[in-house]
Structures are given as C-alpha cells and as structure tokens.
C-alpha cells in the first residue's frame, strides 16, 4: 500500500505543475471576459464538504442540478437526471429496486446482505439501501453530485460517490404554488405547496404530490396496459427558532406507489403451443423488442409505503456551532414481475422480492472557523432493521417443460420426459381421476439483516497562506452485521395434496410393482435454488455475524492562483462495508476500498465558469453476486445467483462549463472520459477479464442551452434545449453471459446512446402564471437496457426491457 501511495503522490505533483502552468493565462482570459460581459453568471451555493461554500472553491468534482434544471426535463425523480450528469448511471425501471452507478462503479445485487456503492442523502440524512431511496421529488432545491469517494464526509457506502438531494426549508413569507402537468400516454401529474408563517419565528411547509399514466405498453393480445405509474406523496417541515441562537427543523414523508411492475418482452420466437422453444436459444434468432408485441400473463406488481421523519437542530455557540440530526424511515415493499416474456402457461417463470425496512440515524457535528482553520468534527450512529423474502413462482406444465429440456426424465425411462404430465397419465389410465399439471410452484428464500454502525469523523482546512489551503480529513467507521438465511423446500399446496391421495390409495405402491421408478419422492425437489450450500440447508436457519472497520482519510491540496483560479489536488479514500449474499448461504464480503487520485482546474469569470479534473482510481473487492450456469459443460440447466468480487481501476476526466452568452442566452456543457478495466479477476463461469474493460464506456457528455426572451409588459419567454450522449459499452469476453453487452443479427445491447428534450414556458409579467410544453427525448430514441436471462437455459425464453420512447405534454403553474 506504502508504494501505491507514493507512486499516486508523484503523479499528484507533476499534475499540479501541469495545471499551475495551465492557470497562469487566468488574468488575461479574465480581463477579457470582463471587458465583454454584459452580465455575470448566478452564484452556486454548496454543502458538499458539510459547509456552506461556493461551488468554484470546492476541491472535488462536484456537479449541480438546480431547480431549473429539473424542471426543464420535467424530473420526477433521480432516474431522470442521470442523462444530465456525465457518468452518472441509474436505472429506475423498478424503483423498489434500482441501481446506481457513478464513474463506473455499482453495486450489482438487489439482496439487503450488501449496500449501495453510491450514498443518496437527503438534507444531510443518509438514505440507506436502494429499496427507499428512489422516492418521487418533492420541493427539492438542488441536487449535488459528488463525484469520487466520499467517505471522510458521507461516511459509509460512498465509495463511488454521493448524491445529494437539499430540499427548501419553510420560508418567513406566505406562499403557495400549484402545477398540472398533462401528457401522453394518459399522463396526469399535479403538485402543491403550501407554504405559512405561524409566528415570528417559525413556519410550515406543506407539500402534496400525486402522478399517474397508463404507460406506453399494452397487451398483444388482451390490450391492457402494462407498465405505468400510479404514485402520490406528501412533506411536510416546520421550523422554528428558539431565542438567538437555536434552530429546530423536524420534517416528515410519505410515499405511497401501487403499480404495474417492470414490464419484459419475449424475443424468442416461440413455436405453436404444445411446443417447446429450443435450447439452447441461438442469440441469432432474438427478435428486435422495439418491433414486437408485449404479451404477458402475470401478474406484475411494484408498491411500495414509506414514511420517514427527521430533526435537525442547529445550536450556536461562542466558538463554533453545534448540529444534531436525527432521522427514522422505514418502508414496505413488494416486487413482482415476469421473467419469461411470454403468456405462455407452460413457459411461465417470475419473480418476486418483498422487503421490509427500518433505519435510524443520529449525528452530533461540531463546526467552527477563523482565520486560519475551518474546521467539522462529529460522532455518529446508524441502525438498521431489515427483512427480505426472494421468490421464484411457476407452475408443475413449466417444470416439466424444463425436465425435458434438461433431459432427467429421459434418463429414468419415461417415454416423454416429463415427471407430472406422464404421472397424471398414469393416474387416469388406473382410473384415478388427478391432474398433476398446472400446479402453483413456488421456491423461496427469507433473510434478516440488523446492522449497527458507528462512526466517528474530523475534517480541517488550514488556510496556510491569503491562497494555500491544506485539508486533511479522517472518519473511523464500524459495522456489524447479524444476517440470516432460510431456503425452505418447494411450497406447491394443491401439488402435495394430490401427491398424498395418490399415495394413499396406492398408487405409488403399484408403480413400483410395475417397475415404474416414480415415486413420492421422485417428485418432491427443488429447481430455482439448488446450489449445494442450498441443497445442504434446506429448511435450516443459518446465521452469521461479523464486523468491518476501516479509517478513510482524505489529503487536499488548494491553491488560488488568483481570485478567478483555484488548483486543487487530493488524495481520498472510500470505504464500503462487507456483506453477504442474499441467495447464496455462507459466502460474506469483505470490505470494499477504492483509492482516489484527482486534481483539477477551476476558473470563473464573471459570464463564464469551468471545472475541469483529472482522476485515478483504485477499487479493490468490488461486491457483486452473478448469475451463472452452475455447469459450464451442460448447455441447458437451472441458472444459479453465486458470489462474485473483483478488483478494478479506471483513469478518466471529468469537465463541465457555464457560459452566459447574452443577458437571455445561456449555455452549459459537461463530459466524462474513463477508461475502466479489471485487474485480477477471473469471473465464477472461469473466463479471465484480468486487463478487460468493465463495460463503463469511454465516453458520455451532456449539453444545454437556455435563452430568456422579454416580452415588455407581456411576460417572459424561455426556451430550453438539451442534448446527452453515452457511449456503447465496452464489451468483455464475460458480458454476453449476463445478457447485458454483446451483438446479435438485430440487436446491439450496449449500443451507444442519445436523447434530446425540449421545454417552451411563458411567465406572466408578475410571475403569477407559468405555461409551458415539453417533449423528452424528441426524436423518439429507444434502446434495449438488457436482457432477462433467467428462462435462458431452462425454458428457451429470454426477454428485454427497453428505454422511454418519446414523451410530451403540457403544464400550467400558479403561484401566489
């Protein structure tokens, strides 16, 4: 670790030399910009180092969505700014379950046994697991995304990254606000505030929000419609202070989301029912999901109950200031959905994943500043309850199929190859009058997860000199984690009734007279979990406990090399607990690390800003379960959720700019280069990726304009435009296993990516009345996200989810 260290520390210094030489043309650039301008840009106000600090004077590369912004591009929650941050990933098709990627780094697993790579914080609270993070914006004032390691600040599971949601506080003066929104694809959407002063010193904010649309999917053959939104929400925060020096802030939320789940469409042609797709699937033959009809028979399903209530109290003292935070959340969630793509009752396979959480969270921070130091320091403690069940659901007409395409039935002798169909036969034959196909299946796994965290945090800035400052930052942070896992054998009621009347009339008993080898217990087995570990526990509860604990310092270095120019360089350390994996008894994580070398540029003038950062990486044990092919040589058989960590590092650059062009034209622009590849790691199927890319592309970057146009005494115009660009995956030789990277005759899953939206509003002159209409992704872009691989071996079916196509609507505000 000492030589890595050093050799990051040179590579450090002749950087910084690079960009000391870089900033010296500063002063002439800035007279220029000067001498034009005919007005400045807005200043931006950051907490992102758990102070109140300009965002040009912030070491870290930190990008800002504002209100504005958000509006423009009609975000109702983080799964649509993504496009407008530059490595930045995240997938919201399910929002029970989503997933979040910054500078390449993710957590892949949806089980409670292992958190998020990337921490989401509200007001400073941390957010826990991705089940309860994704909630629908509500009075939001800006988002901060900060980019690299976070743990001197964040504290845990930032290893990647924060993301960081300020919501506006109650105001002194009484207002309100209400908007309708209304579009395409039955879309109907409205909020309102409400915001009083009850005395002197204190306020209530009210917020309510409700969204629905029917979504763009329907039925091929019923015509209902599939996917959609039904959602409503409501906040409310009160503040009040006591005397001079004392303020409380307490606000509650609560979500309420009951919807059609994820929606997937079958891309393998399927032969005419009673026959059976073939297998293994030949990727040739996938079907183009944008081109095809949806067809479904299950009953998807996504809700989701939050609630969640905070305290904030700020308490000035003669030297500094204190801070305590406290927080409780908890939520209740289920999802359901389809894994085959199909209506085909003989193929039907789905999933499910119902969750029950419950975190509490206490800070105490200390805060002071002088002359020469700027200084936070705190305590801080987290807990957290959680329980999660993980079924698989299908029918014995499935089992069967999958029997036989697994050939064990062939090998017993029965002339059909199936086990239920073939003994239902025999039953009737014998004038038995019991059906054994058609059966409900499900396979289930329970685990409980109790975590304790405590932590304990310091961060300095010395202001060495008028233009030098040193930071130095260290949080000691200990987790433990008692987690469990029961896997109880197949549940199928009706299935076992049956099976008992046969046995007690004596059927069982006859067959093997005949010299039948089916029995009872012939036909009682799992399919969906039957990885040794599984197999060996079935019915058991097993436990472990255990405990990580990591120190994450951070080391800065900024320098101004004139009051327009800063450049910075630091050195940082993330750190993300270890885990277990939920569908795999015994296996547990060890700790993540990831080891952050940036420096960066930033210089603003008075129209125009940019920032501009170079960054190393090193990201040791990267948590993950896979899902394989428990054998390798058999081309057909049940595929299986299995623990998996690798190491990795990635170079890349990160840019953003502002430019106010005009006083009415404004342009932004912000991009991200990485180069992201694994170093020892050889995945669970056996293929060696040492030196592979990760399939992070190379590049994305995100452009907007805004011109204001003044209508005198008729109000304002404003147009916005924005465009974002990401880059094809870069496939490995291991991608085509997950379905998430590769070519076929007409699919490119991983296919670079593009979307454009547009807004035009108009403001009354007392800015009373705002209407606007929108479109998202004009040109009506739409790519494969991935495929759902589950069926692939087993049942021959494989199916894809797609991206938005194009939205549009219309939207009318009121403020008074």
């Given at each position: 670790?000492?030589?890595?260290?050093?050799?990051?520390?040179?590579?450090?210094?002749?950087a910084?030399?690079?960009?000391?030489?870089?900033?010296?043309?500063a002063?002439?650039?800035?007279?220029?910009a000067?001498?034009?301008?005919?007005?400045?840009?807005?200043?931006?106000?950051?907490?992102?180092?758990?102070?109140?600090?300009?965002?040009q004077?912030?070491p870290?590369?930190?990008?800002?969505?504002?209100?504005?912004?958000?509006?423009?591009?009609?975000?109702?929650?983080?799964?649509?700014i993504?496009?407008?941050?530059?490595?930045?990933?995240?997938?919201?098709?399910?929002?029970?379950?989503p997933?979040?990627k910054?500078?390449?780094?993710?957590?892949d697993?949806?089980?409670?046994?292992?958190?998020?790579?990337?921490?989401?914080?509200?007001?400073?609270?941390?957010?826990?697991?991705?089940?309860?993070?994704?909630?629908?914006?509500?009075?939001?004032?800006r988002?901060e995304v900060?980019?690299?390691?976070?743990?001197?600040?964040?504290?845990?599971?930032?290893?990647?990254?924060?993301?960081?949601?300020?919501?506006?506080?109650?105001?002194?003066e009484?207002?309100?606000?209400?908007?309708?929104?209304?579009?395409?694809?039955?879309?109907?959407?409205?909020?309102?505030?409400?915001?009083?002063?009850t005395?002197?010193?204190?306020?209530?904010?009210?917020?309510?929000?409700?969204?629905?649309?029917?979504?763009?999917?329907?039925?091929?053959?019923?015509?209902?419609?599939?996917?959609?939104e039904?959602?409503?929400?409501?906040?409310?925060?009160?503040q009040t202070?006591?005397?001079?020096?004392t303020?409380?802030?307490?606000?509650?939320?609560?979500?309420?989301l009951?919807?059609?789940?994820?929606?997937?469409?079958?891309?393998?042609?399927?032969?005419?029912?009673?026959?059976?797709?073939?297998?293994?699937?030949?990727?040739?033959?996938?079907?183009?999901?944008?081109?095809?009809?949806?067809?479904?028979?299950a009953?998807?399903?996504?809700?989701?109950?939050?609630?969640?209530?905070?305290?904030?109290?700020?308490?000035?003292?003669?030297?500094g200031?204190?801070?305590?935070?406290?927080?409780?959340r908890?939520?209740?969630?289920?999802?359901?959905?389809?894994?085959?793509g199909t209506?085909?009752?003989?193929?039907?396979?789905?999933?499910?994943?119902?969750?029950?959480?419950?975190?509490?969270?206490?800070?105490?921070?200390?805060?002071?500043?002088?002359?020469?130091?700027?200084?936070?320091?705190?305590?801080?403690?987290f807990?957290?309850?959680?329980?999660?069940?993980?079924?698989?659901?299908?029918?014995t007409?499935?089992?069967?199929?999958?029997?036989?395409?697994?050939?064990?039935?062939?090998?017993?002798?029965?002339?059909?190859?199936?086990?239920?169909?073939?003994?239902?036969?025999?039953?009737?034959?014998?004038?038995?009058?019991?059906?054994?196909?058609?059966?409900?299946w499900?396979?289930?796994?329970?685990?409980?997860?109790?975590?304790?965290?405590?932590?304990?945090?310091?961060d300095?800035?010395?202001k060495?000199?008028?233009?030098?400052?040193?930071?130095?930052?260290?949080?000691?942070?200990?987790?433990?984690k008692?987690?469990?896992?029961?896997?109880?054998?197949?549940?199928?009621?009706g299935?076992?009734?049956?099976?008992?009347?046969?046995?007690?009339?004596?059927?069982?008993?006859?067959?093997?007279?005949?010299?039948?080898?089916?029995?009872?217990?012939?036909?009682?087995?799992?399919?969906?979990?039957?990885?040794?570990?599984?197999?060996?526990?079935?019915?058991?509860?097993?436990?472990?406990?255990?405990s990580?604990?990591?120190?994450?310092?951070?080391?800065?270095?900024?320098?101004?090399?004139?009051?327009?120019?800063?450049?910075?360089?630091?050195l940082?350390?993330?750190?993300?607990?270890g885990?277990?994996?939920?569908?795999?008894?015994?296996?547990?994580?060890?700790?993540?690390?990831?080891?952050?070398?940036?420096?960066?540029?930033?210089?603003?003038?008075?129209?125009?800003?940019?920032?501009?950062?170079?960054?190393?990486?090193?990201?040791?044990?990267?948590?993950?379960?896979?899902?394989?092919?428990?054998?390798?040589?058999?081309?057909?058989?049940i595929?299986?959720y299995?623990?998996?960590?690798?190491d990795?590092?990635?170079?890349?650059?990160?840019?953003?700019?502002?430019?106010?062009?005009?006083?009415?034209?404004?342009?932004?622009?912000?991009?991200?280069?990485i180069?992201?590849?694994?170093?020892?790691?050889?995945?669970?199927?056996g293929?060696?990726?040492?030196?592979?890319?990760?399939g992070?592309?190379?590049?994305s970057?995100?452009?907007?304009?805004?011109?204001?146009a003044?209508?005198?005494?008729?109000?304002?115009?404003?147009?916005?435009?924005?465009?974002?660009?990401?880059?094809?995956t870069?496939?490995?030789?291991g991608?085509d296993?997950?379905?998430?990277?590769?070519?076929?005759?007409?699919?490119?899953?991983?296919?670079?990516?593009?979307?454009?939206?547009?807004?035009?509003?108009?403001?009354?002159?007392?800015?009373?009345?705002?209407?606007?209409?929108?479109?998202?992704?004009?040109?009506?872009?739409?790519?494969?996200?991935?495929?759902?691989?589950y069926?692939?071996?087993?049942?021959g079916?494989?199916?894809?989810?797609?991206?938005?196509?194009?939205?549009?609507g219309?939207?009318?505000?009121?403020?008074?």
């Open positions: 670790m000492r030589v890595k260290q050093r050799n990051l520390v040179v590579g450090l210094q002749r910084m030399a690079g960009l000391m030489v870089l900033g010296a043309t002063p002439a650039m800035a007279q220029s000067t001498e034009d301008a005919a007005t400045t840009l807005d200043r931006i106000t950051v907490t992102a180092q758990s102070r109140q600090q300009e965002i004077d912030v870290i590369a930190l990008q800002v969505v504002d209100q504005n912004l958000l509006n423009d591009v009609a975000a109702e929650n983080l799964g649509d993504d496009s407008l941050v530059p490595g930045l990933v995240i997938s919201a098709v399910q929002p029970t379950q997933s979040f910054l500078r390449g780094v993710e957590t697993d949806f089980g409670i046994g292992t958190d998020p790579a990337v921490g989401i914080f509200v007001d400073g609270v941390y957010g826990g697991r991705g089940g309860g993070v994704l909630l629908p914006f509500v009075d939001v004032e988002i900060l980019k690299g390691p976070q743990g001197t600040l964040f504290g845990r599971n930032t290893a990647a990254g924060a993301i960081s949601l300020i919501t506006r506080r109650p105001q002194s009484t207002e309100a606000r209400a908007t309708v929104r209304v579009g395409n694809y039955g879309k109907k959407y409205a909020d309102a505030m409400w915001n009083i002063p005395g002197d010193n204190s306020a209530l904010r009210f917020n309510a929000l409700i969204n629905t649309s029917d979504g763009w999917f329907q039925d091929g053959a019923t015509g209902k419609d599939l996917g959609g039904n959602v409503w929400a409501t906040r409310a925060a009160w202070r006591f005397g001079d020096n303020t409380a802030y307490v606000s509650w939320d609560h979500e309420s009951d919807q059609n789940g994820r929606v997937t469409t079958g891309i393998v042609p399927l032969p005419a029912y009673p026959q059976r797709p073939p297998v293994p699937v030949d990727p040739d033959d996938y079907l183009d999901p944008r081109k095809i009809k949806t067809y479904s028979d009953d998807n399903a996504e809700w989701r109950t939050f609630d969640g209530v905070s305290l904030i109290v700020d308490h000035a003292l003669s030297w200031n204190f801070t305590s935070t406290s927080s409780w908890q939520y209740d969630s289920t999802n359901h959905t389809e894994e085959d209506n085909r009752f003989d193929l039907y396979v789905d999933s499910k994943n119902t969750e029950n959480n419950e975190t509490f969270y206490q800070e105490f921070k200390f805060s002071g500043s002088n002359e020469r130091f700027d200084w936070v320091a705190g305590v801080s403690y807990n957290e309850d959680a329980r999660q069940t993980s079924e698989v659901n299908t029918n007409e499935a089992v069967d199929n999958i029997i036989r395409n697994m050939g064990v039935a062939y090998q017993l002798g029965i002339p059909d190859g199936s086990l239920f169909n073939f003994t239902s036969m025999l039953a009737q034959m014998n004038g038995i009058p019991i059906s054994l196909v058609g059966e409900k499900n396979e289930r796994f329970n685990n409980t997860l109790d975590t304790t965290s405590y932590a304990a945090f310091g300095v800035i010395w060495a000199t008028d233009r030098l400052n040193l930071t130095f930052g260290l949080r000691y942070t200990r987790d433990e008692d987690f469990s896992w029961l896997n109880t054998p197949r549940n199928a009621p299935l076992e009734a049956k099976l008992g009347t046969l046995e007690a009339v004596g059927f069982f008993q006859a067959l093997a007279q005949m010299g039948i080898p089916i029995t009872r217990e012939l036909l009682t087995f799992d399919m969906a979990f039957i990885d040794p570990p599984a197999m060996a526990n079935k019915g058991k509860l097993v436990r472990d406990k255990k990580w604990s990591d120190w994450s310092p951070r080391f800065v270095v900024d320098y101004h090399l004139n009051d327009d120019t800063m450049v910075f360089g630091s940082a350390k993330g750190y993300k607990a885990g277990f994996n939920a569908l795999q008894i015994g296996p547990a994580f060890e700790n993540e690390d990831v080891w952050n070398l940036e420096i960066g540029l930033k210089q603003s003038f008075e129209r125009f800003s940019y920032n501009v950062s170079v960054f190393h990486y090193q990201y040791d044990n990267r948590q993950a379960i896979r899902l394989i092919d428990p054998d390798p040589n058999n081309p057909v058989d595929p299986v299995v623990f998996d960590t690798s990795l590092e990635a170079t890349g650059v990160d840019f953003d700019m502002r430019w106010k062009v005009t006083d009415g034209l404004t342009l932004d622009a912000a991009a991200e280069w180069d992201s590849k694994y170093k020892n790691y050889v995945t669970p199927e293929v060696d990726l040492d030196g592979a890319p990760t992070e592309p190379r590049f970057a995100s452009a907007g304009a805004v011109y204001l003044d209508l005198g005494g008729n109000g304002q115009l404003r147009f916005s435009l924005r465009h974002a660009y990401r880059g094809a870069r496939c490995n030789a991608s296993l997950q379905g998430d990277c590769g070519i076929s005759k007409v699919l490119n899953i991983g296919e670079s990516q593009q979307r454009t939206d547009v807004r035009v509003g108009w403001t009354s002159p007392l800015k009373h009345w705002n209407w606007a209409v929108y479109a998202n992704n004009v040109f009506d872009k739409q790519y494969v996200r991935g495929l759902n691989t069926g692939h071996d087993p049942l079916v494989v199916g894809a989810t797609i991206t938005d196509p194009r939205t549009y219309l939207e009318m505000t009121v403020k008074f």
